[in-house]
Nanobody, 117 residues
Framework: QVQLVESGGGLVQAGGSLRLSCAAS????????MGWYRQAPGKQRELVAT???????NYADSVKGRFTISNDNAKNTVYLQMNSLKPEDTAVYYC???????????WGQGTQVTVSS
């Protein structure tokens, strides 16, 4: 089992920046992919960005060029640097991981990001 603890959400004005962090309770040795999804009120949860253990990244078209996902293997932590934030980025952001061997999915509790216009 993997537990994920997110931090870094908050309120920011349009054009501003935030950095989300997600710490995993297990070593990256047992993790295949980590990433971030988000869910706005009344909408389905959607992919934001993912990063594999091989450091391959994938981004939603809506965040390309503005958001950057990275990881720190020593700290078992993944980060999402969000720049040039827009009001439409407002959502609850969830950390996600898929384990390497058992192929199980785990989710964090979510952190609120609110971008004011």
């Amino acid at each position: 089992q993997v537990q994920l603890v997110e931090s870094g959400g908050g309120l920011v004005q349009a054009g501003g920046s935030l950095r989300l962090s997600c710490a995993a309770s297990r070593s990256f040795f047992v993790i295949d992919t980590m990433g971030w999804y988000r869910q706005a009120p009344g909408k389905q949860r959607e992919l934001v960005a993912t990063i594999t253990r091989g450091a391959d990244t994938n981004y939603a078209d809506s965040v390309k060029g503005r958001f950057t996902i990275s990881n720190d293997n020593a700290k078992n932590t993944v980060y999402l640097q969000m720049n040039s934030l827009k009001p439409e980025d407002t959502a609850v952001y969830y950390c996600y991981t898929r384990t390497r061997f058992s192929r199980e999915d785990y989710w964090g509790q979510g952190t609120q990001v609110t971008v004011s216009s």
